[in-house]
């Protein structure tokens, strides 16, 4: 077995179908510092679109619909260069991601971590949930089927309890979280000022209390993972969150129950208090675009196992654990202690899976992708696509629920079609129970490009104000580049506590991530079009 190693790892923001794009930009940076990459991590809006039937349930306006480049790596003309991790955002062709559930190969060497997952990859522990939060539908079943309407389209995407309440059964440790949307309260540990100057309208939900997921925020502060990614709000924030011991894993006996996260804003952490504290650094990602803050790369070192993606022993486990519970109709399955009971995957069971997965490919997931549905073809007709009717069982997921000797549990009865209206741009779309304010527009000010001069600026004027107050010899602030892990958000924390009450505490969990992240300079015109 191969020693100890680094794992470099490129975490980028909403990919919106653009992973030419990202390859290149990820081959200059390799060029670049001379360092190669091992792993590509994308935060939601995949958009793994395989021909015009697939647009047709890709949930924004048809005026933003385009096939782009994901169809290449599915079909074959081109190969993905580096292992490819995602979730799923508010834009994705969700009949396609329904045939992968729990998880699977969109195609070669990309990996859809599944509605909710944890893998392995590198010797690292990935967890992950996929979509964003809408109150109206989380307590409902997976009831999505096509064809959707302009409503359903949506809600397919929207994050379910079940989901969340798997995810809150993992008790060992987790290197990396992924969500979309931003879990609730995440503003409020880091540099606000900086937020409110890039996404002003920002302000009055951060204030509220009310922007980010409130299943997001809890899993945060039960799972305290020590990396968590996002993206959906176009925009790249860092932030450090600190635990306290009276916070970690609160009711984490079999049979226990969990103390749901109180309502409002998460006040900033309070350093300095008895016993250590246990920190996440939080970093937010923007979208494939020139000049913008959409690419990082983040380093683990002394880290051991294999470059592949592997099966998580103790989320196996918990998937056979709460297997019943899956509802595809409207009408949630009752979740133990309505939700608030925590089981726990036993040591026996952990080795029982252990044993079993060495029967299978030694743990890691098998290379098995098959495509499910016609790739696009450029050189034939392009007309407009369909609305598909039924979605197909994946071989990858029956073989997956055969392995853990469980039942294929995701088939949905077809319902009537609807033929859409002539012109849905023009009639107002049912989001269904409550609207979502964190239903980001894909045309949400990308012309403001010319106010990266006066951003950099105020970047800069902060760091200087940063680097006096934590002094001279920190390291953070010895890299010149603006994509580095965004150090003044952290110990300039409005109105926290942060960067004053204990100013080596947070330098040196700052220094522990800045030093080994680095990323394309956001003066570099050339950015996401690298040749």
Not at 195 to 210: C, H, T, V, Y
Not at 447 to 459: R, Y
């Amino acid at each position: 077995m191969a020693g100890k190693r680094l794992l470099r790892v490129a975490v980028e923001g909403c990919c919106h179908g653009e992973l030419d794009k990202i390859y290149d930009t990820m081959r200059h940076l390799e060029t670049q510092s001379g360092k190669a990459i091992d792993l590509l991590i994308c935060c939601g809006d995949f958009q793994a679109v395989r021909n015009m039937d697939d647009l047709e349930c890709l949930a924004c306006p048809p005026k933003y619909r385009a096939l782009n480049t994901f169809w290449k790596y599915y079909t074959g003309r081109a190969t993905a260069p580096y292992p490819t991790l995602f979730i799923g955002g508010n834009h994705e062709a969700m009949n396609y991601l329904w045939e992968l559930y729990y998880g699977g190969w969109v195609a070669p060497n990309i990996y859809y971590l599944g509605h909710a997952g944890v893998i392995k990859f590198g010797g690292i522990r990935i967890g992950g949930m996929s979509g964003i939060f809408n109150g109206g539908h989380y307590k409902q079943g997976h009831w999505e089927k096509p064809p959707y309407d302009n409503s359903s389209m949506r809600s397919a995407y929207h994050v379910r309890e079940l989901d969340v309440y798997r995810l809150l059964q993992i008790h060992r440790p987790l290197d990396v979280f992924l969500s979309h949307d931003w879990p609730r309260g995440i503003a409020h540990h880091g540099n606000k000022a900086q937020l409110f100057r890039a996404k002003p309208f920002l302000r009055q939900e951060i204030e509220e209390g009310s922007l980010g997921s409130p299943p997001g925020e809890q899993i945060l502060h039960e799972l305290q993972p020590s990396h968590w990614f996002s993206a959906h709000l176009h925009v790249k924030y860092a932030a450090l969150v600190a635990h306290s011991h009276q916070q970690h894993r609160q009711g984490q006996g079999r049979g226990q129950k969990r103390k749901s996260p109180s309502r409002g804003p998460s006040p900033p952490p309070v350093l300095g208090q008895t016993g250590r504290n246990k920190f996440t650094k939080f970093l937010a990602l923007d979208k494939c675009l020139p000049r913008r803050g959409f690419l990082q790369v983040v380093e683990f070192p002394e880290v051991e196992g294999p470059l592949e993606f592997g099966y998580d022993e103790e989320w196996l486990g918990v998937l056979q654990a709460t297997h019943h519970l899956m509802s595809t109709n409207r009408q949630q399955t009752p979740l133990p202690g309505m939700g608030c009971t925590r089981i726990a995957v036993s040591d026996a069971q952990l080795q029982q899976l252990k044993k079993k997965l060495q029967q299978h490919n030694n743990g890691a997931i098998p290379l098995n992708f098959v495509p499910t549905a016609p790739g696009h073809d450029p050189s034939a007709p392009s007309p407009k696509g369909r609305m598909p009717r039924q979605l197909p069982r994946n071989p990858q997921t029956e073989k997956f629920l055969e392995m853990l000797g469980l039942a294929y549990n995701l088939d949905q009865q077809s319902r009537q079609y609807v033929p859409p209206k002539p012109d849905p741009q023009e009639l107002p779309i049912d989001e269904t129970a409550a609207a979502n304010p964190e239903e980001i527009k894909l045309d949400d000010g990308d012309n403001d490009d010319d106010k990266g001069d006066e951003a950099a600026e105020a970047f800069g004027k902060a760091a200087e104000a940063a680097k006096q107050d934590l002094g001279d010899d920190n390291s953070l602030f010895k890299s010149n580049s603006l994509h580095n892990f965004d150090s003044g958000a952290a110990v300039q924390a409005e109105g926290g506590q942060m960067a004053t009450q204990n100013k080596t505490v947070v330098a040196a969990a700052l220094a522990a991530i800045v030093p080994n992240a680095s990323a394309v300079d956001e003066q570099n015109t050339d950015e996401g079009h690298v040749q």
